[in-house]
């Protein structure tokens, strides 16, 4: 049972005073996510590296996966940790590990040591040579083989004493938290939630907000969305999802403009109010899981259309992907499920049978002077009887 793991995170891009943020914002998040699993673990950092030690018994795939969660870390090694006293006995340990972990002995390997405390005795090119004997002499099956070996022993040699030989892949990109805040117009869909994924990944903070039209759209159409926010924040962390009661604004718009163009002008006020919200909590950009041609209100003209009335930038991180390519992420993050959950969306409700592909906005903004009368009302209305979730796993 290995007691603790190193945590390796690419250090690429990450110098000086940024640098501490961001192994103090992966420290942080990685002690979140352990707090979720049974067990108590201490998070160090200490000299470019990090460490989960367990304090008491834990459920090793459990850990694990929490840690698959945590943005940042490109590897999870489990290791034995060991105090110096003398090659005699790290050799003993070292025969002792790979006893336990690999059962076939049938295996090529090569040594690798590396010395960031100058003052012990031994080279890192001595210490691969000798600890190679002596694996070999312990378990003859093995052969080395320095170019592609099936196992890399790796051996650290610092304060304390660092063995390990399996790396298991972390999600890579930025701890969250490092990179500021957005807000994603998440939809019951299979897009947004990847989306959301995609930019959190890179460090964002994400809050979310959802348009929900009652009765048009069912409680059980809202639960959806909250468990996408679930899923999603299982990676980004705590998030804030404003669900805005839309109907209002929908049948209004249904009312006085032309139907064909029902689509973009709702899209159109989605984007204003979720930008209230997004300067209200301080994000910088809003998210949306729109991608080029999907659907007519997604044509480069549309696109255009919804973009044009924020001034903040959107970020629209699946814009070029294929629908397979997104469905692929959303597989591997864990939403494909709950995305393909049957219920009504507030936009199909009402969708024209031949939407306006290619939307002039001068047209469409004199078909919006026709809301002139209540759609301000309806606007603060919106924003004023929000309901906010905090979803915080
Ligand atoms: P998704 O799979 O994310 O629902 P989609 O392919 O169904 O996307 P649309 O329904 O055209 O595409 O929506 C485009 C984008 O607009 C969504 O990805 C989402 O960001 C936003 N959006 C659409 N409907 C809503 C809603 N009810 N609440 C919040 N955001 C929405
Ligand atoms: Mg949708």
Same mark, same amino acid.
């Given at each position: 049972m290995f007691k603790s793991f190193l945590i390796k995170?690419?250090?690429? *891009?990450?110098? *000086?005073?940024?640098?501490?943020?961001?192994?103090?914002?992966?420290?942080?998040?990685? +002690?979140?996510?352990?707090? /979720?699993?049974?067990?108590?673990?201490?998070?160090? /950092?200490?000299?470019?590296?990090?460490?989960?030690?367990?304090?008491?018994?834990?459920?090793?795939?459990? @850990?694990?996966?929490?840690?698959?969660?945590?943005?940042?870390?490109?590897?999870?090694?489990?290791?034995?940790?060991?105090?110096?006293?003398?090659f005699e006995d790290l050799a003993n340990q070292v025969i002792k590990y790979i006893d336990e972990n690999y059962e076939d002995k049938n295996f090529t390997f090569k040594v690798m040591a590396r010395r960031a405390r100058k003052n012990y005795p031994m080279k890192s090119m001595e210490i691969?040579?000798?600890?190679? *004997?002596?694996?070999?002499?312990?378990?003859?099956?093995?052969? %080395?083989? %320095?170019?592609?070996?099936?196992?890399?022993?790796?051996?650290?040699?610092?304060?304390?004493?660092?063995?390990?030989?399996?790396?298991?892949?972390?999600?890579? *990109?930025?701890?969250?938290?490092t990179a500021g805040k957005a807000m994603l117009l998440l939809s019951g869909g299979i897009d947004s939630p990847v989306a959301g994924w995609m930019t959190a990944k890179r460090g964002v903070v994400v809050d979310a907000v959802y348009f929900h039209a009652p009765p048009y759209t069912s409680?059980?159409?809202? #639960? /959806? @969305?909250?468990?996408?926010?679930?899923?999603?924040?299982?990676?980004?962390?705590?998030?804030?999802?404003?669900?805005?009661?839309?109907?209002?604004? #929908?049948?209004?718009?249904?009312?006085?403009?032309?139907?064909?163009?029902?689509?973009?002008?709702? +899209?159109?006020?989605?984007? +204003?109010?979720?930008?209230?919200?997004? /300067?209200e909590e301080g994000a910088q950009a809003l998210i949306t899981g729109e991608s080029i041609g999907q659907v007519a209100s997604q044509t480069m003209q549309s696109l255009a259309a919804t973009n044009e009335v924020c001034t903040l930038p959107v970020f629209r991180p699946v814009i070029a992907f294929d629908k397979q390519e997104i469905?692929?992420?959303?597989?591997?993050?864990?939403?494909?499920?709950?995305?393909?959950?049957?219920?009504?969306?507030?936009?199909?409700?009402?969708?024209?049978k031949h939407p306006v592909t290619k939307p002039n906005i001068n047209v469409i903004k004199n078909s919006e002077t026709h809301l002139a009368e209540e759609i301000d009302r309806m606007f603060k209305e919106a924003i004023d009887t929000v309901e906010v979730i905090e979803i915080n796993n």
């Open positions: 995170y690419a250090e690429i *891009g990450v110098k *000086g005073k940024n640098r501490f943020l961001f192994e103090d914002a992966l420290v942080d998040n990685a +002690r979140r996510a352990l707090d /979720k699993v049974d067990g108590d673990f201490k998070v160090t /950092k200490e000299y470019g590296r990090i460490y989960a030690t367990a304090e008491n018994d834990y459920d090793f795939d459990e @850990v694990v996966d929490a840690l698959k969660h945590v943005f940042g870390i490109v590897g999870i090694c489990p290791m034995v940790q060991i105090e110096d006293n003398g691969n040579a000798e600890m190679g *004997g002596r694996i070999l002499e312990a378990f003859p099956e093995t052969k %080395v083989d %320095v170019h592609n070996p099936d196992v890399i022993l790796t051996i650290e040699i610092r304060n304390h004493i660092n063995i390990y030989s399996k790396i298991i892949p972390g999600p890579g *990109g930025m701890p969250v938290g409680e059980r159409a809202k #639960q /959806k @969305v909250v468990d996408l926010a679930k899923i999603v924040s299982e990676y980004s962390g705590p998030m804030k999802l404003y669900v805005v009661n839309f109907t209002d604004i #929908q049948m209004y718009i249904y009312d006085k403009c032309p139907h064909d163009e029902l689509t973009i002008i709702m +899209r159109r006020y989605m984007m +204003r109010i979720a930008e209230y919200f997004a /300067k469905v692929d992420v959303s597989l591997k993050i864990g939403s494909y499920e709950t995305s393909i959950l049957p219920y009504e969306d507030c936009c199909t409700t009402f969708v024209a």
